[in-house]
């Protein structure tokens, strides 16, 4: 059962590492355009884990309860 578990938790943190490559592939764009205007890292940083978070509490509270 441990195995299976390991699995499935690698099988999830593949798949949002690839959620956020996508999602930075897509605003390359707009990061590069930020930049240039003179936004710092760590504006850009929040601009992008932002996103990761809103879906990480929807999914806790959708999971706790069945948990």
Known sequence: MLLFASFALLIAC???FGLASYM???RTREM???KVLG???TRIYVLLVKD???LF???F???VPVV
């Open 32 to 34: 590069s355009i930020r």
């Open 14 to 16: 593949l798949g949002l």
């Open 57 to 59: 509490a929807i999914e």
């Open 61 to 63: 509270i959708l999971a």
């Open 39 to 41: 936004a710092d890292t």
């Open 24 to 26: 930075v592939g897509q």
């Open 52 to 54: 990761f978070l809103l």
